[in-house]
């Protein structure tokens, strides 16, 4: 069983940045594709970004690409979201999740993920 928590979330002023970072424990997590996702409140939960394994492909949604950066660390066991230049919309409950089906292709479902942490939210006022 994968354990994952997520950390680094708070309030900030448009324009500003945040880390996220998400810590897995339990599972194999140097072979496991990583996401994020959000949830803004009466919104559906959205894909973010995710990583590959060996972190040599990056995938992002459209509205965070060249603003957000995903990484991970194997060695540390953790995923990181980099945030800058952070929006309004922005402002929702970030999660991590591991897909430990997928080899290659990063996929954006949120159903293709099977563990999640339990969010970290992040608010940024205008």
């Known amino acids: 069983q994968v354990q994952l928590v997520e950390s680094g979330g708070g309030l900030v002023q448009a324009g500003g940045s945040l880390r996220l970072s998400c810590a897995a424990s339990?599972?194999?997590?140097?072979?496991?594709?990583m996401g994020w996702f959000r949830q803004a409140p009466g919104k559906e939960r959205e894909f973010v970004a995710a990583?590959?394994?060996?972190?040599?492909?990056?995938r992002y949604a459209d509205s965070v690409k060249g603003r957000f950066t995903i990484s991970r660390d194997n060695a540390k066991t953790t995923v990181y979201l980099q945030m800058n230049d952070l929006k309004a919309e922005d402002t929702a409950v970030y999660y991590c999740?591991?897909?430990?089906?997928?080899?290659?292709?990063?996929?954006?479902?949120?159903?293709?993920?099977?563990?999640w942490g339990q969010g970290t939210q992040v608010t940024v006022s205008s």
């Open positions: 999740a591991a897909d430990p089906k997928s080899w290659f292709r990063l996929r954006s479902g949120v159903n293709d993920y099977d563990y």
């Open positions: 339990g599972g194999a997590f140097s072979t496991y594709n």
């Open positions: 990583i590959r394994w060996s972190a040599e492909s990056t």
